[in-house]
């Protein structure tokens, strides 16, 4: 069985700010969508996203994101200065992978800490991870 490693460097997101028993606070310096660039932006409500927490990675999805209440205005083009937004999200915490069986099991070994990397979740690893926490020790799964 092929490791699963849900932490690739070209889809980092962010970082965390705050972090608490169920829920992280993360810096999205891109997820703010620009005119004609809307498709660049990372970091959206409902996107499932691995937190790097060195020995452990967490399975985490964007519940929230938005603008500090004093950078509001940046984002109307006809009331405020076009400037520089710093948004940020809340993800909420789900399930650990573990490296051993490429499966996620629910409970968290161990908490994000502040300055932990977020990274979005690729598709086709997050349905192998899926689909071994559900499927039976005896039974076989198909590969994608």
Known sequence: MTRINPINPD????TVTQATASHVYVNLPNAAAAPERRGLALGAVGDFVFV?????????????????????????PTLGKAG??????RVQLLAAVEQRSNRLRRGLP??????????????????????NAVADE???TLRA
Do not use: H, M, W
């Open 138 to 140: 005896e039974e076989l």
């Open 84 to 89: 520089i937004t710093n948004p940020i999200g």
């Open 52 to 76: 790097d927490c060195e020995r452990f990675q967490i399975l985490g999805r964007i519940v929230e994101t938005k603008i500090p209440d004093a950078e509001r205005l940046t984002v109307e």
């Open 110 to 131: 161990e908490f994000p800490r502040i300055g932990d990397g977020v990274y979005l979740a690729e598709p086709s690893q997050l349905a192998t991870l899926i689909r």
């Open 11 to 14: 889809r980092y997101i962010g």
